[in-house]
C-alpha cells in the first residue's frame, strides 16, 4: 500500500454489514413498468436480506410493506449515488462523491444527496468525506482490496463529468481519495445501449484469488465483437502486483435484447452482485447462455452459493443487479453493530 496510508478500499467479496436498494417509485423512469421491476427488486432484497442487513431508500410510500428510510429520489442507481468505503484496521471512512446523472445526461439533484440524508440519520457509521466537487460513480471503479484501482478510460475521462482534467490529473485523485497504489485503466470495451460511457461493472470484474471475469464475444458480425477482443487483448497483458499475469475467465455475451424501438439494450453477466455467501447474477431468459455464465462465476466464487436472478425487467432501463445496488463493510471498532445503526432497514416479513 502507499506509504503511511492506512485506508483502503475494500474488494467487494469482503464480509459486508449491509446492502443498499434505492425503491423504485412511480415518478421515477420505471412508471410504465413499475409493477414488473417490483417483481425484481422484491427477490433482490429477499436474496440480500437473508445473508446481511437490507438498507431501503424510498419516497413516503414509495416501498410498500418495508421499513426504509424516507427520501425523496430522482431514480434507483444506488451503485453510483451510494457512498463509496474505504476500512483501516480501526475505522471506516464514507466517500461522498459527485454523481451528475452520467455526465449530465439524467436529473440526479435528488439521488446525490441520499448520502448525506443516511449519515445525518445514523443509518450507516464511519467518517464523511466530502467530495462533491469531483464526479465519481461506484459502477465506474473496481477494487482488489489491495491497491489496485481497475476502471475504464471511456467513462472517466467521458464528457461532462471531471472536465478540464487530464486523464494524469484524475489519475492522481483516485490514488489520493482511494488511497490506491496503482490504477489499471482499460481502454476498450462497449456495450451498445450503455448510458454510463462504459462502466468497468458491465465489462470485467476482478475476483479472488488474481481473478479477472470479463465479456466477450465469438460472433464477429456482432459491432461490439471488434472491441472486446481489444479489451481481451489489453487484459492479457495487464499484471498483479507481484508481476504475473491475471488468470483470466471469459463471460459470454447475452444474445442481443431490444427495446421496443428497436435499440440494443445492454445485457451482460459481468453486472452481478457480491454478498455474504452467495453471488447473485443476472439471467436473461437464455438458458444456454445463462447456465454457462452461472458455471463460469461459480468457478470465479467456489466457496459461494450462485443465484441467478431475471434481469429482463432491469435491462429495460440499461442497468442490472450490480447497478441498482451498494454494499457497505462492518466499520472496525462499532460495537457490534456491523457499522449500522440499530435502525437497519430490512425487508418486511410479510415480503420473505
Not at 472491441?227 to 455475451?253: A, I, W
Given at each position: 500500500?502507499?506509504?503511511?496510508?492506512?485506508?483502503?478500499?475494500?474488494?467487494?467479496?469482503?464480509?459486508?454489514?449491509?446492502?443498499?436498494?434505492?425503491?423504485?417509485?412511480?415518478?421515477?423512469?420505471?412508471?410504465?413498468?413499475?409493477?414488473?421491476?417490483?417483481?425484481?427488486?422484491?427477490?433482490?432484497?429477499?436474496?440480500?436480506?437473508?445473508?446481511?442487513?437490507?438498507?431501503?431508500?424510498?419516497?413516503?410510500?414509495?416501498?410498500?410493506?418495508?421499513?426504509?428510510?424516507?427520501?425523496?429520489?430522482?431514480?434507483?442507481?444506488?451503485?453510483?449515488?451510494?457512498?463509496?468505503?474505504?476500512?483501516?484496521?480501526?475505522?471506516?471512512?464514507?466517500?461522498?462523491?459527485?454523481?451528475?446523472?452520467?455526465?449530465?445526461?439524467?436529473?440526479?439533484?435528488?439521488?446525490?444527496?441520499?448520502?448525506?440524508?443516511?449519515?445525518?440519520?445514523?443509518?450507516?457509521?464511519?467518517?464523511?468525506?466530502?467530495?462533491?466537487?469531483?464526479?465519481?460513480?461506484?459502477?465506474?471503479?473496481?477494487?482488489?482490496?489491495?491497491?489496485?484501482?481497475?476502471?475504464?478510460?471511456?467513462?472517466?475521462?467521458?464528457?461532462?463529468?471531471?472536465?478540464?482534467?487530464?486523464?494524469?490529473?484524475?489519475?492522481?485523485?483516485?490514488?489520493?481519495?482511494?488511497?490506491?497504489?496503482?490504477?489499471?485503466?482499460?481502454?476498450?470495451?462497449?456495450?451498445?445501449?450503455?448510458?454510463?460511457?462504459?462502466?468497468?461493472?458491465?465489462?470485467?470484474?476482478?475476483?479472488?484469488?488474481?481473478?479477472?471475469?470479463?465479456?466477450?464475444?465469438?460472433?464477429?458480425?456482432?459491432?461490439?465483437?471488434?472491441?472486446?477482443?481489444?479489451?481481451?487483448?489489453?487484459?492479457?497483458?495487464?499484471?498483479?502486483?507481484?508481476?504475473?499475469?491475471?488468470?483470466?475467465?471469459?463471460?459470454?455475451?447475452?444474445?442481443?435484447?431490444?427495446?421496443n424501438d428497436g435499440d440494443r439494450l445492454p445485457a451482460t453477466y459481468?453486472?452481478?452482485?457480491?454478498?455474504?455467501?452467495?453471488?447473485?447474477?443476472?439471467?436473461?431468459?437464455?438458458?444456454?447462455?445463462?447456465?454457462?455464465?452461472?458455471?463460469?462465476?461459480?468457478?470465479?466464487?467456489?466457496?459461494?452459493?450462485?443465484?441467478?436472478?431475471?434481469?429482463?425487467?432491469?435491462?429495460?432501463?440499461?442497468?442490472?443487479?450490480?447497478?441498482?445496488?451498494?454494499?457497505?463493510?462492518?466499520?472496525?471498532?462499532?460495537?457490534?453493530?456491523?457499522?449500522?445503526?440499530?435502525?437497519?432497514?430490512?425487508?418486511?416479513?410479510?415480503?420473505?
Open positions: 500500500m502507499v506509504q503511511g496510508t492506512t485506508y483502503r478500499m475494500p474488494a467487494e467479496w469482503e464480509r459486508q454489514s449491509a446492502v443498499q436498494l434505492t425503491w423504485p417509485h412511480k415518478d421515477t423512469d420505471w412508471a410504465d413498468m413499475l409493477d414488473e421491476v417490483l417483481v425484481t427488486y422484491r427477490e433482490m432484497a429477499r436474496e440480500i436480506s437473508q445473508r446481511e442487513r437490507l438498507i431501503v431508500v424510498a419516497p413516503e410510500g414509495g416501498a410498500p410493506g418495508m421499513l426504509h428510510v424516507v427520501c425523496p429520489t430522482n431514480d434507483t442507481w444506488a451503485r453510483d449515488h451510494g457512498f463509496i468505503t474505504l476500512l483501516s484496521s480501526s475505522s471506516a471512512r464514507l466517500l461522498d462523491f459527485k454523481f451528475n446523472g452520467w455526465g449530465e445526461k439524467f436529473p440526479a439533484d435528488l439521488d446525490n444527496a441520499i448520502n448525506r440524508r443516511l449519515y445525518d440519520l445514523g443509518v450507516v457509521k464511519g467518517e464523511y468525506t466530502d467530495h462533491l466537487d469531483f464526479v465519481l460513480e461506484g459502477g465506474s471503479i473496481e477494487s482488489d482490496g489491495q491497491g489496485t484501482i481497475f476502471t475504464t478510460s471511456g467513462c472517466l475521462l467521458a464528457p461532462h463529468r471531471n472536465q478540464p482534467l487530464t486523464r494524469d490529473e484524475i489519475e492522481q485523485r483516485l490514488k489520493t481519495y482511494l488511497c490506491a497504489e496503482r490504477i489499471m485503466w482499460i481502454d476498450y470495451g462497449h456495450l451498445d445501449g450503455d448510458d454510463t460511457d462504459g462502466h468497468i461493472d458491465t465489462l470485467v470484474r476482478i475476483c479472488p484469488n488474481d481473478t479477472l471475469v470479463y465479456v466477450g464475444s465469438d460472433d464477429p458480425s456482432d459491432p461490439q465483437y471488434e472491441d472486446l477482443r481489444l479489451m481481451e487483448e489489453q487484459l492479457k497483458s495487464f499484471l498483479t502486483m507481484d508481476g504475473h499475469p491475471y488468470r483470466l475467465l471469459r463471460l459470454p455475451l447475452p444474445r442481443p435484447i431490444f427495446d459481468a453486472n452481478y452482485l457480491v454478498i455474504n455467501d452467495a453471488v447473485l447474477v443476472p439471467t436473461y431468459a437464455q438458458p444456454d447462455l445463462d447456465a454457462e455464465a452461472l458455471r463460469i462465476i461459480g468457478e470465479a466464487f467456489p466457496d459461494r452459493e450462485i443465484v441467478g436472478i431475471d434481469c429482463r425487467s432491469l435491462i429495460k432501463q440499461h442497468g442490472s443487479l450490480h447497478c441498482c445496488t451498494m454494499q457497505y463493510y462492518p466499520c472496525p471498532l462499532s460495537e457490534g453493530n456491523g457499522g449500522l445503526n440499530n435502525r437497519e432497514m430490512k425487508i418486511n416479513e410479510t415480503n420473505k
